[in-house]
């Protein structure tokens, strides 16, 4: 009798077994079949009418898998999985998902609907991002920013504190994922002026980032502001734009009170090369600080000859010996040339 029950223990665990084995291996099939007809490059009716049964009777968990390699795919492709999975019973499980009492499924609910764009998706992403909370706020913003949404982008600058507890990098990383057509929105947004510092600086820091030229007097007058963290920014972003309408704002900023702001006018002008920085800039090389020292060095090596000349002078008799120590390490190669 127990050699009885045994074997059919036995037998019942290794069927379980194999239809497990079976059902991921339909699984695997079916969610291939999905990425592959998600990434078809001509969208004819007869691909088109195939894609919409297989994603309706495929499991969820599959379609969202074969959804997620989206992610890499190019725009127009998501764009035309979008508009013809809009009505998709799970996609459309997905935008009223947006409205669930758990931030957590609204914040996965919006990831997926970034990778399928579509009008009835934008709209879902439009009012969540506006509901909140943050943890939703800035996952809508990063699905929006998928779909290009420049309306969005727009509610983004004017409500910053709405996303108040991010990091400088990670809301600087939100406003260029909405993309380069999106730059002129950002600088119309600095001309304008805002109250938060924090997005003040994430969008000096998108400007310099995206080498958008015409922001560079709003973003020179950013050297003036109380905040340090927005006058380094915009050194740096200075420097990344390299305007020669910048030279002055930023010689005038190696006097700043603050160290980081003069270390970084000082790479910001080797950036530009801009010739009337030789004399600025040595006087920089006697500055308390290291890396105000230092950026002016590397600064006065690329304004070539006339910069060479003034640190071999510096380095042969200036009566400070922090400032021949810099020049010379900075004429004999010293350490690499990049901005802290």
Request: proline fraction near 6%.
């Amino acid at each position: 009798m127990f050699a009885v029950m045994l074997s059919v223990s036995t037998l019942a665990l290794l069927t379980a077994r194999h239809a497990r084995r079976r059902a991921r291996r339909h699984a695997a099939h079916d969610r291939q079949r999905l990425e592959s007809l998600l990434r078809e490059p001509h969208a004819s009716t007869a691909s088109a009418a195939t894609l919409r049964h297989t994603a309706r009777v495929a499991d969820a968990e599959v379609l969202w898998a074969a959804v997620e390699t989206l992610s890499i795919a190019p725009v127009r492709v998501r764009r035309r999985a979008g508009e013809l999975l809009e009505r998709n019973p799970y996609v459309v499980a997905e935008r009223r998902a947006l409205r669930d009492d758990s931030p957590w499924r609204r914040e996965l609910a919006a990831r997926r609907l970034a990778l399928l764009p579509s009008p009835p998706s934008r709209r879902a992403l439009r009012r969540a991002l506006v509901g909140g909370p943050e943890l939703v706020t800035l996952a809508a913003a990063a699905a929006l920013a998928q779909h290009r949404d420049r309306a969005a982008l727009r509610w983004v600058l004017a409500h910053g504190p709405g996303l108040s507890h991010r990091t400088p990098r990670a809301t600087v990383a939100l406003l260029r994922s909405f993309g380069p057509r999106t730059l002129p929105d950002i600088a119309a947004a600095l001309e304008r002026g805002t109250t938060n510092p924090r997005l003040e600086r994430a969008m000096i820091e998108a400007l310099g980032l995206g080498c958008f030229q015409a922001a560079g007097a709003a973003i020179a007058a950013r050297l003036q502001s109380s905040e340090l963290d927005v006058r380094v920014a915009s050194a740096r972003a200075l420097g990344r734009l390299k305007s020669d309408q910048a030279s002055v704002p930023l010689m005038l900023a190696l006097d700043d009170p603050e160290w980081p702001v003069r270390a970084q006018a000082a790479w910001a002008l080797g950036r530009i090369g801009t010739p009337e920085a030789v004399a600025p800039l040595v006087a920089r090389l006697s500055d308390l600080a290291w890396w105000v020292r230092r950026h002016a060095a590397y600064a006065l090596l690329e304004l070539g000859e006339p910069g060479h000349r003034a640190l071999t002078e510096v380095g042969a008799r200036a009566p400070d010996p922090y400032a021949r120590d810099m020049a010379c390490e900075a004429l004999a190669g010293g350490f690499p040339t990049r901005a802290a």
